[in-house]
């Protein structure tokens, strides 16, 4: 009797995987992250830290007004919505409970959204101006040793 592998679990922003839960209620679908996943036979498992951390959809876009993920985590950056309310705590809410998900599926990867001030992985808006850096949740994911990259780091041909 043959025996069907396992397929390996991934984390993957649920928006990039049609799910609509983007600020604006929409998703972001990406023909390269499907191909992706297929070709190396992943199971995608979709998160979306703002949806987890308690945030509405839709909602108003945020973005840092001082730092990155990897500075929220030591306790020095902010996130704030556009009109300006502080909304750092459901964005670290949020990315304690992906790193659940993550571990109760034993995910060691995640392909997230890049630009994103909870899923970013090279850039990020700070005070409306595209920087390098790192999403909340990203930069907990990758503190807890786990292989984070986005859709634009997908190889070329993958694209
Ligand atoms: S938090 Fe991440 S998964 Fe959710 S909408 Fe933003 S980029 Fe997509």
Redesign the pocket.
Known sequence: MSQSKARTPILV????LGIA???DGRA?PNSAVSEHLARHDLLAIP?????LGGLPTPREPTRFSRGDGQDILTGHGEVVTHSGKPLTEPFRK?AEQTLLIARLCGCQSAL??ER?P??GVNQIDCDGHIVAGIGV?SARLKAEGLQVFSEEDLPRGEE
């Open positions: 922003s649920a928006c990039l839960c983007r600020y972001k998160v979306c830290p703002e949806q949020g997230l959204k994103s909870s899923c949740a």
